[in-house]
């Protein structure tokens, strides 16, 4: 039998190399005005940016560039809306990796808003947003979030009392997810190993959520078999289009997976430390895969209850180990190995690095969230995950 589920709303997805140059045709379809939202500069420097502003301006559409450095900020958000307000913004583009387009989506559904964004925020404002928005089209350039494909958009206050909360609402879903692999090449190997992971831990964690569902379930695993084939191929060669190819298509996967079945402990982390410290999403997720997944098989084992996660773990050993005829335990192991190997591939640093301290473990434990994680974890569990890459 079928359990009840629902799915949420994807956009139109337009996937491929060269995709980028249908950008301007589309947006002239939509208005004159355009506010394009940018991340740190790779793509504002590139020859893609230089050919897109050529072909708005011959298309007579006034375009302003907005730069978000690095995950946005209540003040970025605010101070651009009130910016162009009244400017009869027609459409809002985000190109950059997720922190760009969840900047532009945020960006989008606060211009003709009165109050600060913070007010809508998940567990900091007490205002839920109406979910007006001015069209949005989301252009990823990085294989890592998912963000082109998900309802939420990420807001960060960094500091000890700092935060990381979503702005949400299912009609915040990009109109258009402009997915163009090309726009990946140029990403560095520290870029490639902590988008992946992100997109690796969040295909992983919807596989396992005990939210997930038959569409997440096959949806997660395409994407999880094109993660294999393509990751450590484009750390070793960022050039190899096909292998960005198939990231671009694991990342988009993991966004859709994320945004119907959840996520476990390892975004539990990302979020908490996230708003304390500054630090790549993407580096948290990496640097904790390995761990998590070994105290959830661990936990797992010792309740005797939950064969169907165990199997899945099994699955997920199956398809990475490239092995026939061995037992589920033999999988589960060798998955959790598996991971091990790839952090090690990819020499993530420890968080002390970013000032994550040991005596700030408790603090963080006490407010990391793991709701739809295949098994409930004690802040002891959660301890001994964040402790062993303290260092």
């Given at each position: 039998?079928?359990?009840?589920?629902?799915?949420?709303?994807?956009?139109?997805?337009?996937?491929?190399?060269?995709?980028?140059?249908?950008?301007?045709?589309?947006?002239?379809?939509?208005?004159?005005?355009?506010?394009?939202?940018?991340?740190?500069?790779?793509?504002?420097?590139?020859?893609?940016?230089?050919?897109?502003?050529?072909?708005?301006?011959?298309?007579?559409?006034?375009?302003?560039?907005?730069?978000?450095?690095?995950?946005?900020?209540?003040?970025?958000?605010?101070?651009?809306?009130?910016?162009?307000?009244?400017?009869?913004?027609?459409?809002?583009?985000?190109?950059?990796?997720?922190?760009?387009?969840?900047?532009?989506?945020?960006?989008?559904?606060?211009?003709?808003?009165?109050?600060?964004?913070?007010?809508?925020?998940?567990?900091?404002?007490?205002?839920?947003?109406?979910?007006?928005?001015?069209?949005?089209?989301?252009?990823?350039?990085?294989?890592?979030?998912?963000?082109?494909?998900?309802?939420?958009?990420?807001?960060?206050?960094?500091?000890?009392?700092?935060?990381?909360?979503?702005?949400?609402?299912?009609?915040?879903?990009?109109?258009?997810?402009?997915?163009?692999?090309?726009?990946?090449?140029?990403?560095?190997?520290?870029?490639?190993?902590?988008?992946?992971?992100?997109?690796?831990?969040?295909?992983?964690?919807?596989?396992?959520?005990?939210?997930?569902?038959?569409?997440?379930?096959?949806?997660?695993?395409?994407?999880?078999?094109?993660?294999?084939?393509?990751?450590?191929?484009?750390?070793?060669?960022?050039?190899?289009?096909?292998?960005?190819?198939?990231?671009?298509?694991?990342?988009?996967?993991?966004?859709?997976?994320?945004?119907?079945?959840?996520?476990?402990?390892?975004?539990?982390?990302?979020?908490?430390?996230?708003?304390?410290?500054?630090?790549?999403?993407?580096?948290?997720?990496?640097?904790?895969?390995?761990?998590?997944?070994?105290?959830?098989?661990?936990?797992?084992?010792?309740?005797?209850?939950?064969?169907?996660?165990?199997?899945k773990y099994s699955l997920l050993g199956q398809l990475f180990l490239d092995e026939k005829d061995k037992t589920d335990n033999y999988y589960i192991?060798?998955?959790?190995?598996?991971?091990?190997?790839?952090?090690?591939?990819?020499?993530?640093?420890?968080?002390?690095?970013?000032?994550?301290?040991?005596?700030?473990?408790?603090?963080?434990?006490?407010?990391?969230?793991?709701?739809?994680?295949?098994?409930?974890?004690?802040?002891?569990?959660?301890?001994?995950?964040?402790r062993s890459r303290v260092f």
């Amino acid at each position: 039998m079928v359990k009840p589920f629902q799915f949420a709303r994807v956009p139109r997805i337009l996937f491929g190399n060269g995709m980028i140059s249908k950008l301007p045709g589309i947006a002239e379809g939509y208005g004159k005005n355009v506010i394009i939202v940018t991340g740190k500069g790779s793509f504002a420097s590139s020859e893609y940016c230089e050919r897109l502003l050529e072909e708005l301006e011959s298309r007579g559409i006034e375009y302003h560039i907005v730069s978000i450095p690095g995950e946005p900020s209540p003040d970025e958000i605010d101070d651009t809306v009130k910016r162009f307000d009244g400017a009869g913004i027609d459409l809002v583009t985000g190109i950059g990796g997720g922190s760009a387009v969840d900047a532009g989506k945020a960006i989008s559904a606060m211009l003709g808003k009165k109050e600060p964004v913070k007010d809508f925020l998940e567990g900091v404002g007490k205002l839920e947003h109406p979910g007006t928005k001015i069209p949005f089209i989301a252009v990823p350039t990085t294989s890592g979030t998912g963000s082109e494909a998900t309802k939420n958009a990420v807001i960060s206050a960094i500091g000890k009392e700092g935060f990381k909360r979503s702005l949400r609402h299912d009609n915040l879903v990009p109109d258009i997810a402009l997915v163009d692999p090309d726009l990946t090449i140029g990403c560095s190997p520290e870029i490639t190993a902590a988008s992946g992971m992100d997109c690796f831990t969040q295909l992983t964690e919807a596989f396992l959520s005990d939210k997930g569902n038959p569409y997440t379930d096959a949806l997660a695993l395409e994407g999880l078999k094109s993660l294999k084939t393509s990751l450590e191929k484009c750390y070793i060669d960022g050039s190899d289009r096909d292998a960005r190819a198939g990231m671009s298509f694991a990342a988009l996967t993991s966004g859709i997976c994320l945004a119907n079945a959840g996520l476990g402990s390892v975004h539990g982390f990302a979020s908490s430390i996230g708003g304390m410290y500054e630090i790549p999403h993407g580096l948290v997720c990496g640097s904790l895969m390995a761990k998590a997944n070994e105290v959830n098989v661990r936990e797992l084992r010792k309740s005797g209850e939950s064969g169907a996660s165990l199997k899945k773990y099994s699955l997920l050993g199956q398809l990475f180990l490239d092995e026939k005829d061995k037992t589920d335990n033999y999988y589960i192991d060798g998955f959790i190995g598996y991971l091990q190997s790839l952090a090690a591939t990819f020499r993530f640093p420890g968080l002390k690095r970013f000032g994550v301290s040991d005596d700030d473990v408790s603090k963080i434990c006490k407010i990391t969230d793991n709701k739809n994680n295949p098994v409930k974890l004690t802040i002891e569990n959660l301890e001994e995950i964040l402790r062993s890459r303290v260092f």
